[in-house]
């Protein structure tokens, strides 16, 4: 995407926050932020040694199962 495009998206979505009240804009604001908490949680864990082990060890449990058909 281009930035004149991303310019042009964020002007029309910061039009869209203005027309809100304030208790939807702190609702959306919070929002925004939990979003963002969950993928750098879900980030950090993906980059987690012990969790690449266990998701590692859980897929060779379950190879087998790749050719049963089900």
């Not at 310019?7 to 926050?17: E, T, Y």
């Not at 959306?28 to 590692?56: F, G, V």
Request: no cysteine; aromatic share 4%.
């Amino acid at each position: 995407m281009l930035i004149k495009e991303k310019s042009s998206n964020l002007k029309v979505i910061a039009k869209s926050i203005d027309a809100l009240n304030l208790t939807e804009q702190l609702w959306l604001l919070e929002h925004i932020a939990h979003q963002i908490r969950i993928k750098n949680e879900l980030a950090a864990m993906a980059q987690d040694p012990q969790i690449q082990a266990e998701l590692s060890q859980i897929q060779q449990e379950f190879a087998v199962t790749d050719f049963d058909g089900l």
